[in-house]
């Protein structure tokens, strides 16, 4: 009688740790490694079309008032941002969104 006990205590431990360790999908995020030559954000929000190369295929996302921008780890208004991206030269953008509904939730400007 035990041993039943202790093979069903078992079970449910490892059903409820099986459980616990499946993602979320609603927040898993990806992203689009891309410059700021070949894609541009016109505005804060609304859609944005971006690709990681000129032959790839584009990806088309939205961003919202809660998206947020950064030039490195640091964050910066819209304005700023832009005004980087913008330049002639174009610097590394990592472009991260939310996989169930591809709204962006921050773009990264990798500037030196």
């Known amino acids: 009688m035990n041993a039943r006990i202790l093979t069903l205590l ?25 410059s700021s030559k070949v894609t541009s954000i016109a505005t804060p929000s609304g859609a944005l079309a971006a690709r990681s190369c000129s032959q790839c295929p584009t990806r088309y996302l939205s961003l919202t008032s809660e998206s947020q921008f950064y030039v490195g780890r640091t964050a910066v208004p819209f304005a700023e941002f832009n005004q980087l991206a913008g330049e002639a030269r174009g610097h590394a953008m990592t472009i991260f969104y939310r996989a169930v509904d591809n709204t962006v939730t921050r773009v990264v400007i990798w500037a030196d």
């Open 10 to 34: 078992t079970a449910l431990l490892w059903l409820g740790a099986a459980t616990a360790a499946t993602p979320d999908p609603s927040v898993i995020e990806r992203a689009v490694e891309t």
